[in-house]
Nanobody, 113 residues
Framework: VQLQAFGGGLVQAGDSLRLSCAAS????????MGWFRQAPGKEREFVGA????GDRDSVKGRFTISRDNARNTVYLQINSLKPDDTAVYYC???????????WGKGTQVTVSS
């Protein structure tokens, strides 16, 4: 499984941003997709996850994770961005046995105040 995250950039506080993560290869191995982020000088933290199949989005406060199965793509919508959201955002995939075994290269999100 190969993952590619994109959509980051420089935004202003209060803006919204949607990141994308495109999966390719043996996508039938994917059971769940997740988003993580790592701010400068901090450990990587879990943002949220969504089942690879199913109908429901995953919503957690300002963060919404959705999925387009036809495009093998997962999205992370971030609303009301804050400077503290500045980080490299990564997408990851786990198989049925668990464990985030597949990672994409991160995409940088920088929020200016």
């Amino acid at each position: 499984v190969q993952l590619q995250a994109f959509g980051g950039g420089l935004v202003q506080a209060g803006d919204s941003l949607r990141l994308s993560c495109a999966a390719s290869g043996r996508t039938f191995n994917i059971y769940i997709m997740g988003w993580f982020r790592q701010a400068p000088g901090k450990e990587r933290e879990f943002v949220g996850a969504i089942g690879w199949r199913g109908d429901r989005d995953s919503v957690k406060g300002r963060f919404t994770i959705s999925r387009d199965n036809a495009r093998n793509t997962v999205y992370l919508q971030i609303n009301s961005l804050k400077p503290d959201d500045t980080a490299v955002y990564y997408c990851a995939a786990a198989g049925l046995r668990g464990g985030w075994g597949y990672w994409g290269k991160g995409t940088q999100v920088t929020v200016s105040s």
